[in-house]
């Protein structure tokens, strides 16, 4: 089925770009990390990610190649898929919870747990995945924290996060707006023309 694009999509587009834009920005403070981030070495730094986490998700721990009941959101049953390892980040990349696109904010997911953290934080998610044992929470949370703190993501005082935020919902408010008025905009003189066309024959 076609994919249905709305303002939201474009408004989350300038969201992500914009906080791309601000990671950069704390990354020219780090320049080794820069330079391993950097388009052309993304992918040897994934490498390297999925390695140190012994080609694992971050959350369930299941490993690529096993196998993990999903439940199928159309169907209700339950299906049976492969692991794979998907990039995400801890942090979103959205205006509500304003991750930044960062070394220390990408960890390797599987795809369940991938779709499954849209829902949640990060940390409430792996609280869920480790199914109450709390024992195997903390050694991966452990695990994750660690990751965050040697790729040095940076600690954002409180004002500039709002800040980043007050600015993020703009900028959302803003795309969603423009592109509603401009999808009505070029409707009407398609209308118009169509409209035009007719009386002409």
Known sequence: ???????????????????????????????????????????????????????????????????????????????????????????????????????????PSCGPCNVNNRKLGWKEHLFEQCAGDFNLYHLRLEKIESHIKKYKYPEIPEEIQREIRKKCDVLYNYVTKSVSESEQYISDIVVNSLKAQKFEL
């Open 1 to 107: 089925m076609a994919n249905v694009y709305k303002g939201s999509d474009a408004a989350n587009s300038a969201i992500r770009a914009l906080l791309k834009k601000i990671g950069e920005i704390y990354l020219t403070e780090e320049p080794e990390l820069k330079q391993m981030f950097n388009k052309n070495k993304r992918k040897n730094f994934w490498e390297k990610i999925k390695k140190e986490f012994g080609h694992c998700c971050a959350y369930c721990g299941l490993k690529v190649g096993d196998k993990k009941s999903v439940k199928n959101k159309k169907t209700g049953t339950l299906e049976e898929v492969v692991i794979k390892l998907e990039r995400e980040h801890l942090l979103m990349t959205n205006k509500d919870e304003c991750g930044l696109d960062h070394p220390g904010n990408i960890v």
